[in-house]
Nanobody, 115 residues
Framework: QVQLVESGGGLVQAGGSLRLSCAASGSVGLMGWYRQAPGKQRELVASISRSGSTDYVDSVKGRFTISRDNVKNTLYLQMNSLKPDDTATYYC????????????WGQGTQVTVSS
């Protein structure tokens, strides 16, 4: 079982920046950041493979950057030019490298962007 622990959320004004981190307790495969706003479905924000291939939802392209450190087993999300619509709880997700279909979730970190 791999544990995921997020950090870095907080309150920021529109146009500001935040950096989220997610520390995994072991090696993992594909990793991603999801977010869920009140009354909305959870959505995939960005994902990154072990080799560094990335993908983003259109609404964050050019503003968010996902990265990872495979030695430290840590995932990052640099969020710039934040908008009130980015307000949500952000969750780290990772796939097991050993068990097909096994996925892990962090506890979530709140990001609030004020206008």
């Amino acid at each position: 079982q791999v544990q995921l622990v997020e950090s870095g959320g907080g309150l920021v004004q529109a146009g500001g920046s935040l950096r989220l981190s997610c520390a995994a307790s072991g090696s993992v495969g594909l990793m991603g950041w999801y977010r869920q706003a009140p009354g909305k479905q959870r959505e995939l924000v960005a994902s990154i493979s072990r080799s560094g291939s990335t993908d983003y939802v259109d609404s964050v392209k050019g503003r968010f950057t996902i990265s990872r450190d495979n030695v430290k087993n840590t995932l990052y999300l640099q969020m710039n030019s934040l908008k009130p619509d980015d307000t949500a709880t952000y969750y780290c997700n990772a796939n097991s490298v050993f068990y097909v279909g096994q996925t892990y979730w962090g506890q979530g970190t709140q990001v609030t962007v004020s206008s």
